[in-house]
């Protein structure tokens, strides 16, 4: 004889099925599907996850959650350049949306720098002669060869910058190698993105700006990066990959006794940018990663970022420099060891009175390193936390900083961090762990 916990047990469910059906039958519905009581809910899948509670700053208020409530109407698969920029148009709709990234996407669609500047009128060789420092003076270009840079450059920036709108989840699709060759995602005076699962490659400005007057030497200045915050707000970025690949610095030329740089930054968050949570990502082979903050006189009350458990390996500074915001710095991987011609000038900035917790992150110094250099400031910044981990080390990176420098960085902050989610107290495992766990391809 069955027992009565059993009887109870087919009762319930015959009933469950029973009520189904009648349901179907009445012409009210579709069956709705019936999961056993013990059974495990099914995942949400990446593009429709919001970031979790507590998950850094991005979690302030009423969260980030992107375009997970978007109706199926606004879910949208592209592959290809043309259809990424149709489905987020002129980044003005906010209706809630998913765009899923199948494969990399080639920003430039098949155009190259030639024929960006072709009925221009600009050549490089041209530009390079109208402005030597020794005929021309250290003065701002202008007239005729920078006209034709700035028109040539505008037919680029046509073609590679994306808007995009409020209330958006870009997401690569899994197992399809998703990214953005080439591109620049601006995320500018709009709310409540996510971008996931993406690696952004070769974002590269085919028309760089010689400006002698910046810093004794000049500078060629790209105009572009891969992606940028711009008086954005509640932005989650998780498991990207940031590369300059397949051109590294080393191979650029050099004019005027500088490098014609190309590439400007990974991720950069300004003009009053707030709520960031930046998580899981890996930083490679590049020079000027993150910028937090766009001047000494940005936004303040603002710029409040969180970046934890993120690789940052074969990066040359900015790692991040951040200006003003509370910054919580935690749970991240520094591999300070030369790759590809990036050898490093320091991790971390704290400047124009940043204020910044720096707590439980590892670096991997190789020998002839010094501790001192992982960190830069100007003398008015911030670096608050302890349990830093060198070659496994417990290190008070601030103290081996300003014991070798006159611009003192400051131990103290006027903040305390709470949105903390997922915070390891020892970064012991990190080396290891976060290699297998942060970037893009991990996420199914």
Known sequence: M???SHRRSHRRRRTALVSAAAVAAAGLGAVPFVMNANATPPAVEPARQSLPAKDGWAANGSGTTGGAKADSKHVYTVSTRAQL????GKGTDSTPKIIKVKGTIDANGGSSCADY???????????LKAYDPKTYGKKMPSGTQENAREAAEAKQKKNIVFKVPANTTIVGVPGTKAGIKGGSLQVQDVKNIIIRNLTFSATEDCFPQWDPTDGSAGEWNSNYDSVTLRGATNVWADHNTFTDAPTFDKALKTYFGRKYQIHDGALDITNGSDLVTVERNQFTNHDKTMLIGSSDSD????????IHHNVWKGITQRAPLARIGQIHLYNNFYDTTTVNGYAPKYSLDSRAEAQVVAEHNAWTVPSGGKVAKLLSGDGTGSVAGSGNLVNGKSTNIVAAYNAASSKKIKTTVNWKPTLTAGLQTSAKSLPVELLKTAGAGVLR
Do not use: F, N
């Open 2 to 4: 069955a027992s009565t």
């Open 117 to 127: 500047a072709a009925g221009t009128g600009y050549s490089l060789a041209a530009y």
């Open 299 to 306: 936004t303040k009350g603002k710029l409040r970022v969180t």
């Open 85 to 88: 920029a149709k489905v987020l």
